[in-house]
């Protein structure tokens, strides 16, 4: 009888380890499901917010500030360049640019490589502003470093720097 108690105790025993490693790979299969789930999504938003931010800095080209404001949260705040102050909403994104971009004789925009990390987009481009013919104002070609965070489809905080010039 303490023979087949041992036995049957061994089974139980060799049984439950069985179903223990057995719910131990399905929870770790789980796992690395619901991280590849969480990485492909991940990835998807990455490629929409790159997209989103490429057709927004493309959209320039039309010299129109309310194709522009799509693409913009009403609570934007755009950094124009080191020391500006911020322009805050899209009211006032719409009154400082409006003029100013329908002045130009064209506008430019050369993106030569965008990446996202989660909400956050940088891209790197040269800015061509062309003056209108006679306006006595020089053309102008910046270098630029582009800062853009998402939320909710539409970029809420935008801030460009000037790239050092290369030696």
């Known amino acids: 009888m303490f023979e087949e108690t041992t036995n049957l105790g061994r089974r139980v025993m060799v049984s439950t380890l069985g179903l223990s490693a057995l719910g131990s790979l399905i929870s770790t299969s789980a796992a690395a499901t619901d991280a590849d789930k969480s990485k492909k999504d991940n990835a998807a938003n990455e490629k929409q ?7 927004f800095c493309l959209a320039w080209s039309s010299k ?9 949260s009403p609570e934007i705040e755009y950094h124009m360049f080191e020391g500006a102050p911020p322009i805050k909403g899209v009211d006032q994104f719409r009154q400082r640019l409006s003029g100013f ?3 130009m004789k064209e506008i430019k ?3 030569f490589r965008s990446h996202a990390v989660g909400d956050i987009v940088l891209n790197e481009r040269i800015d061509h502003f062309i003056q209108a013919p006679g306006s006595g104002k020089p ?5 630029i470093a582009g800062v853009f965070l ?6 809420t905080y935008w ?6 010039a290369k030696a």
């Open 49 to 55: 917010i790159i997209e989103l931010v490429t057709n």
């Open 64 to 72: 129109d500030v309310e194709k522009l404001i799509p693409f913009v």
């Open 101 to 103: 971009m329908s002045a």
């Open 109 to 111: 925009w050369e993106i």
């Open 139 to 143: 053309d102008n070609h910046f270098h």
């Open 150 to 155: 998402v939320r909710d489809s539409k970029i």
């Open 159 to 164: 801030a460009d720097y000037n790239m050092p």
